[in-house]
């Protein structure tokens, strides 16, 4: 669960998880402001998750292998989500999302069945994720050295 609420100083909205807040305290001399105008809706329409500071969103076409394809099809990764076209190998959809930790985390965690094809931008980003990963297993020995036998 999280609490969003604006900066005053800022006007700005901001999210807060609430497994994270340990103490609050009323703010003299700032009254409490009641939302009549804020839609978390239309807010977070673009998003994927929570953290979200205002970004445009980006047009994403992603490749997804034959393998994916009815999964993506009954449940999208996004309300945006739309299908492009199919070919032999799997299709194209394309979403308005922003790019942001969540969104970065699920594209990852189906690196195997998922390519980002643009914008490209986004594809070098994903590329270069990637490249850090498959270094950090490569090159890192600290795995083997600190395992017992």
Known sequence: WYLLGLIHKHRVITTYALD???HTKTAPGIDYITN???????YFKNTIGITYHGESPLRVT????NIFVPYLLTLPLHSSQSLIKRTDEGA???LEVIHNPEF???ILGYAGLISIVGPEELRI??????DQ???RYKENDYFRESMPE
């Open 62 to 65: 992603l490749f997804v292998d």
């Open 36 to 42: 009549d105008i804020f839609d978390p809706i239309v």
């Open 20 to 22: 994270r807040i340990i």
């Open 104 to 106: 970065e985390t699920l």
């Open 92 to 94: 194209l959809f394309q």
């Open 125 to 130: 980003h994903f590329i270069n994720k990637l």
């Open 133 to 135: 990963a498959k270094k």
